[in-house]
C-alpha cells in the first residue's frame, strides 16, 4: 500500500514540477506536500477490482519505459493506418473489405484490457464492438490487412509486456 501511494505521489509531484516549473523550495514544499495530500485522498480510487481473480488491481502498476515504449509503437501504427485508409480513399476503387472479427484475448489486469481496447479504437480502421465477459473481443476491421495485423497479436504481446503478463 505504501510503495503504491509513493508511486502516485511521485507521479503528481513530477506532474506538478513540469506544469509550474517552480524552482524557489517554499513552492517546491508546495508541491510535494499537495502532492502527498491528494496521493492519500485519491489512493482508494486507483485500484480495480479482477472480478474473475477476486483481486484488486492498482491502475499505475505498470513498466512506465515499456508503457512508453508502447506509446511510441501505437503512434506508429496509428500514423501507417491513418495513412492506409487515406489511400483507400484517394483511390478511384474503394477496395474495401470489411470483417467482424472475434478473438479470445486473457489479461488478468483491467487496466490492460482497457489499454487494449482503446489502442484498437486509437487505430484507424479497426473499431472494437464489443468485450464480453469471457474476454471475446468483437472488433470490426475495414480491411483485410487491418484484421490480420489485429490477429497477429502483436498489440496484445506488447501490453502484456507493459503490465508483466507474459502468458496472456
Not at 58 to 84: Q, R, T
Not at 89 to 116: G, M, R, Y
Request: net charge positive.
Amino acid at each position: 500500500m505504501f510503495k503504491n501511494w509513493l508511486k502516485t505521489t511521485i507521479l503528481l509531484y513530477v506532474l506538478w514540477f513540469i506544469l509550474s516549473g517552480r524552482t524557489e523550495s517554499k513552492f517546491l514544499m508546495l508541491g510535494l506536500i499537495s502532492s502527498m495530500v491528494i496521493a492519500s485522498l485519491c489512493q482508494p480510487m486507483l485500484y480495480i477490482e479482477n472480478r474473475l481473480e477476486n483481486r484488486k488491481h492498482f491502475i499505475l502498476d505498470l513498466h512506465y519505459v515499456k508503457f512508453i515504449g508502447y506509446w511510441i509503437w501505437l503512434l506508429g501504427e496509428i500514423v501507417k493506418s491513418s495513412l492506409s485508409v487515406c489511400r483507400l480513399i484517394i483511390k478511384k476503387k474503394i477496395e474495401i473489405d470489411p470483417q467482424v472479427i472475434q478473438f479470445q484475448c486473457h489479461f488478468k489486469n483491467p487496466i490492460a484490457t482497457t489499454l487494449f481496447v482503446n489502442s484498437i479504437i486509437l487505430t484507424p480502421s479497426t473499431v472494437t464492438v464489443n468485450v464480453d465477459p469471457n474476454n471475446v473481443f468483437t472488433v470490426h476491421a475495414l480491411t483485410v490487412e487491418a484484421a490480420e495485423d489485429l490477429l497477429g497479436g502483436e498489440m496484445q504481446r506488447r501490453i502484456a509486456k507493459v503490465f508483466d503478463e507474459f502468458n496472456s
